[in-house]
């Protein structure tokens, strides 16, 4: 237990939490993000940490299917939740489709913002929203890229939109 700065103790939360696939039973201080349980604690260092304030998408993961910014998100909040990381994505030596798309489409450079562009555009995709270019643009736009690599990044998510529209349900 941690001791505030009045001295009081401060008790940690018990949270589940299914991380990439695996159920795990976590103690937390109230105030630790999401992002920081990921990178600081369980070493899931896939997921970036850029702006710390929710405006460059760096640290994007998907929770039930849904993308969020995790260093906006208190890992409490999340107690029951379903994470996907950058690093639950790939099965095994299998890369995800979007993973293997973001490479033949060369839609990054750096690649300090592609885990959080990946797994923004995966949460697209489950979405359903985006069906043409300037869907893709606007609904991607929460992530930020400095190296400029957005042409590519929407070919990519475009092509996924392609291979998925072909796929019987």
Known sequence: MEQSATGSAIAQHAIALTINGQARQLRVNP?????????ENLALTGTKKGCDHGQ???????VDGKRINSCLTLAVMKDGA??????????GEALHPMQEAFIEHDAFQ???CTPGQI????GLVNEGHAQARHEIRELMSGNICRCGAYT??????EAVLG???????
Do not use: F, H, K, M
Request: net charge negative; hydrophobic share 45%; proline share 2%.
């Open 163 to 169: 291979q998925n529209a072909g796929a019987t349900p």
């Open 56 to 62: 460059c998408g760096a640290c994007t993961v998907l």
């Open 82 to 91: 379903e994470v996907t990381t950058i690093e639950g994505l790939a099965e």
């Open 152 to 157: 590519n990044i929407v070919d990519a998510v």
């Open 110 to 112: 750096c690649g300090y």
């Open 31 to 39: 105030w630790t993000t999401l992002l920081d349980l990921l990178r």
């Open 119 to 122: 797994c923004s555009a995966v």
